[in-house]
């Protein structure tokens, strides 16, 4: 079994950085795909990064373009969230995640999740 354990959330000001860190074990041979989805109180589970564990190319939300950085390491164990300029509506549970389904970009291609780290965003 996958198991992923996500760490690096906290409570930073607007204009501030974080770098989330996901950590994978057990058996991911068949995760094609990896990423970080957030949810805030109220709304959908949506992704805001996502990359493709063999090809290395990228998908991000437009909401973060610019702002964030998706990255893998080389024994692909663990992934990380560079997050830069801050916003209060970046305020979420983060959580990571595996898979092999489809779309790459949606809960819907996942399969295995971690338990979430939350940021929390100040103004």
């Known amino acids: 079994q996958v198991q992923l354990v996500e760490s690096g959330g906290g409570s930073v000001q607007a204009g501030g950085s974080l770098r989330l860190s996901c950590a994978a074990s057990?058996?991911?041979?068949?995760?094609?795909?990896m990423g970080w989805f957030r949810q805030a109180p109220g709304k959908e589970r949506e992704a805001v990064a996502c990359?493709?564990?063999?090809?290395?190319?990228?998908f991000y939300a437009d909401s973060v373009k610019g702002r964030v950085t998706i990255s893998q390491d080389n024994a692909k164990d663990t992934v990380y969230l560079q997050m830069n300029s801050l916003k209060p509506e970046d305020t979420a549970m983060y959580y990571c995640?595996?898979?092999?389904?489809?779309?790459?970009?949606?809960?819907?291609?996942?399969?295995?999740w971690g338990q979430g780290t939350q940021v929390t965003v100040s103004s």
């Open positions: 057990g058996y991911t041979a068949n995760s094609n795909h």
């Open positions: 990359i493709n564990t063999f090809s290395r190319n990228t």
């Open positions: 995640a595996a898979g092999f389904g489809y779309p790459w970009y949606s809960p819907a291609g996942y399969n295995y």
